[in-house]
T-cell receptor
Framework: DAGITQSPRHKVTETGTPVTLRCHQTENHRYMYWYRQDPGHGLRLIHY???????DKGEVSDGYSVSRSKTEDFLLTLESATSSQTSVYFC??????????????FGEGSWLTVV | QQQVKQSPQSLIVQKGGISIINCAYE??????FPWYQQFPGKGPALLIA?????SEKKEGRFTISFNKSAKQFSLHIMDSQPGDSATYFCAASASGSGNTGKLIFGQGTTLQVKP
C-alpha cells in the first residue's frame, strides 16, 4: 500500500464545530487531493494541492479549507461542520498529474459523522 | 453537473459471467480514463486505464472499450469471480495548461458476483 495515513479514521462531531482531517504521506509525492464519497455521487474532489502552500478548489469546496505547509501533510478543515458534510473523506496522492499516466493512490478513508 | 455518468448503479452477475459497466462523458478535453476498484472499508485502487488513441485495452480478465465518437467507455470483466465483488468507479481527466491531475469520477457501480 502507498504510504498514506489518514487521521482520525472515525469521528463523530456536533453541528457547528470545526473539524480537521489530516493526511500524511511518506512517498514525497507532489500532488495531494481530498475527495469525499457519498452514495449516488461517487467521489467528488474537494480541494487539491500541487505543492507546498499551493492549493486550489475542486468541485465541492464550499465549507472546506485546506493547508499544506509541508510536502508530507495535507490538512482538510471543516470550518463549521454541518450534517451535509457527513461523509467518507479520502486523501489521495500522485507524483505526477494523473492524466500523464501516473497512478493516484488513495488512503483508507476517514468516516465523519456530524450530528 | 455530472461530467461523467456511470451505469448501472448496481449489478449482479453469476460466477463465470461477464460484467459490463458503462460510462459516458461530456468534456471532449478529457484524455485519460482510468477505472478504480474499491473494496468495503478500503480506498479505491487503480484497476486499468486507457487513453483515447486506442479503442481497447486488456489486462488479464479486465478490458476497457473506448468509443471516442460516442464519448463512451466501458469496463468488461470476463469470467467474473466472487473476489471481483466490489464497487467500481470510472473517471476522467484532461491534460493541458494548468494540468494538476484532477480526476472526475462517475457515481460508482456495486458489483456482486454470485458463486
Amino acid at each position: 500500500d502507498a504510504g498514506i495515513t489518514q487521521s482520525p479514521r472515525h469521528k463523530v462531531t456536533e453541528t457547528g464545530t470545526p473539524v480537521t482531517l489530516r493526511c500524511h504521506q511518506t512517498e514525497n509525492h507532489r500532488y495531494m487531493y481530498w475527495y469525499r464519497q457519498d452514495p449516488g455521487h461517487g467521489l467528488r474532489l474537494i480541494h487539491y494541492s500541487y505543492g507546498v502552500k499551493d492549493t486550489d478548489k475542486g468541485e465541492v469546496s464550499d465549507g472546506y479549507s485546506v493547508s499544506r505547509s509541508k510536502t508530507e501533510d495535507f490538512l482538510l478543515t471543516l470550518e463549521s461542520a454541518t450534517s451535509s458534510q457527513t461523509s467518507v473523506y479520502f486523501c489521495a496522492i500522485s507524483s505526477r498529474p494523473s492524466n500523464s499516466g501516473n497512478t493516484i493512490y488513495f488512503g483508507e478513508g476517514s468516516w465523519l459523522t456530524v450530528v | 453537473q455530472q461530467q461523467v455518468k456511470q451505469s448501472p448503479q448496481s449489478l449482479i452477475v453469476q460466477k463465470g459471467g461477464i460484467s459490463i459497466i458503462n460510462c459516458a462523458y461530456e468534456n471532449t478535453a478529457f484524455d485519460y480514463f482510468p477505472w478504480y476498484q474499491q473494496f468495503p472499508g478500503k480506498g479505491p485502487a487503480l484497476l486499468i486505464a486507457i487513453r483515447p488513441d486506442v479503442s481497447e485495452k486488456k489486462e488479464g480478465r479486465f478490458t476497457i472499450s473506448f468509443n471516442k465518437s460516442a464519448k463512451q467507455f466501458s469496463l468488461h470483466i470476463m469470467d467474473s469471480q466472487p473476489g471481483d465483488s466490489a464497487t467500481y468507479f470510472c473517471a476522467a481527466s484532461a491534460s493541458g495548461s494548468g494540468n494538476t491531475g484532477k480526476l472526475i469520477f462517475g457515481q460508482g457501480t456495486t458489483l456482486q458476483v454470485k458463486p
